[in-house]
């Protein structure tokens, strides 16, 4: 594995670096007067591009666990399988396909927009070679965690270049490679970023990613490879997440400009992914007439939306 300690570092990586961090700190001291917001429109921009409806269900609940128990969980082999359990639990192939590693070659090919394979974009490690190569990864990735000479975010591009090299699983390489990206992101002190979707920054900038990418599989041969380019495509997505989460504290008044109750709506709709109007009178134990006056208020103002009909409606954050 690279010694991340000797990956050359250009201005404009530190200059990104230092940026990520300051807008991070800058939520920090926020804490306390905190905008309410929620991570359901992440989540759902995340599974967004996905075609089948199967898929899209099982990376909403990996993503969910991710995001609500990143803590209770460690990079390592037991993890990473289980996540690849839940991201393909009811994607029709053979079980055996399902949390265990490859067991034929799987080339990453490029394809036509119309979705027609051209040729092999850049080839993957062999099934032989595989566990042991994942299972240093694993190894190397937590010794750079907690190497205070090494950046996280380099530590955590790198190990998600590596992952997406080494290819370990038959489905689901690039869709677990993202989720446990943002789980590493979350473990190492970046726990706004799921408020944000890592997957549609990738997205929206696919040209782009598959370009750093292939520069980077190609560098991975030479004995000094130079990794600028996925590094700086890698901070640059985290930007454009960070992007996303300020356009959203944009849009959502800080609690202390609300009426109390108006602001108490708020934080319980931040932490559910609808309320109703029931819900709403027991969580607040306010007067039913008086709740329905403050949730027509929030949705004039634009900072929760309703849907569904007059008697069975609820509401989400904007």
């Avoid at 007067?33 to 429109?41: K, L, Q």
């Avoid at 490029?110 to 040729?119: C, K, L, M, R, V």
């Avoid at 590094?231 to 800080?254: D, E, S």
Wanted: net charge neutral; glycine share 2%.
């Amino acid at each position: 594995m690279t010694n991340i300690e000797n990956i050359s570092v250009t201005q404009p990586i530190l200059c990104t670096t230092a940026a990520i961090d300051e807008f991070r700190g800058e939520l920090q001291a926020m804490k306390g007067a905190e905008r309410p917001v929620s991570n359901e429109d992440a989540l759902q921009q995340s599974i967004a591009h996905i075609k089948s409806k199967t898929e899209q269900n099982d990376y909403y609940t990996l993503l969910s666990e991710i995001t609500d128990k990143y803590n209770h969980y460690e990079l390592d082999e037991t993890t990473v399988n289980e996540f690849h359990k839940i991201l393909l639990r009811n994607t029709p192939i053979a079980e055996t396909e399902k949390g265990h590693y490859k067991q034929q070659l799987n080339p990453v090919y490029s394809y036509t927009p119309e979705g027609h394979q051209i040729d092999i974009f850049y080839e993957t490690a062999s099934p032989f070679e595989t566990p042991q190569m994942t299972r240093e990864l694993y190894d190397w990735t937590r010794k750079s965690l907690k190497n205070i000479n090494c950046h996280p975010l380099l530590t955590i591009a790198l190990f998600m270049l590596r992952f997406l090299i080494i290819h370990p699983f038959q489905d689901g390489n690039s869709r677990i490679a993202r989720a446990l990206t943002m789980f590493l992101l979350l473990k190492s002190g970046y726990a706004h970023l799921r408020f944000a979707s890592l997957e549609s920054a990738i997205e929206n900038n696919k040209e782009e990613y598959y370009r750093c990418l292939r520069l980077a599989q190609d560098q991975a041969k030479q004995p000094n490879p130079d990794f600028s380019p996925w590094l700086l495509f890698f901070l640059r997505t985290i930007q454009r997440m960070q992007k996303q989460l300020r356009h959203q504290l944009l849009k959502v008044p800080a609690a202390g400009t609300l009426p109390p109750l108006s602001a108490k709506i708020i934080e319980f709709a931040a932490t559910q992914n609808s309320i109703t109007l029931q819900q709403t009178v027991e969580y607040t134990k306010a007067n039913i007439n008086t709740v329905k006056k403050h949730l027509a208020a929030l949705t004039a103002d634009e900072l929760l939306i309703r849907r569904g009909s007059s008697r069975g409606s609820w509401y989400t954050l904007k």
